[in-house]
């Protein structure tokens, strides 16, 4: 019913830059907030960025200053641009949506199912 998908993942070198976009489709009502996730190899998943349905934004704080999120609601689309990166950025990046669906009454989260970025030295 609800398909969130990324694009954008690949290999870069370490300084480099990436852009993500994660665009939610389906049967969609509203989305509240969204978000990207990361889990690198051995780690858990982590909380990278995310944005509400007012545009407030929050970071982790090893991404602050290089990081980016933004949302396009018109396509129902988040976007996470990611500049100066690092080898520790290596992982594999989902993106999340908490989003209420035609006919439902409450929201409930969705995942999309990743894409990797490998940072090279």
């Known amino acids: 019913q609800v398909q969130l998908v990324e694009s954008g993942g690949g290999l870069v070198q370490a300084g480099g830059s990436l852009r993500l976009s994660c665009a939610a489709s389906?049967?969609?009502?509203?989305?509240?907030?969204m978000a990207w996730y990361r889990q690198a190899p051995g780690k858990q998943r982590e909380l990278v960025a995310g944005?509400?349905?007012?545009?407030?934004?929050n970071y982790a704080d090893s991404v602050k200053g290089r990081f980016t999120i933004s949302r396009d609601n018109a396509k129902n689309t988040v976007y996470l641009q990611m500049n100066s990166l690092k080898t520790e950025d290596t992982a594999v990046y989902s993106c999340?949506?908490?989003?209420?669906?035609?006919?439902?009454?409450?929201?409930?989260?969705?995942w999309g199912q990743g894409t990797q970025v490998t940072v090279s030295s």
């Open positions: 999340s949506a908490m989003l209420r669906t035609n006919g439902s009454i409450g929201f409930r989260g969705y």
């Open positions: 389906g049967s969609i009502f509203s989305i509240n907030s």
């Open positions: 944005v509400n349905s007012g545009g407030k934004m």
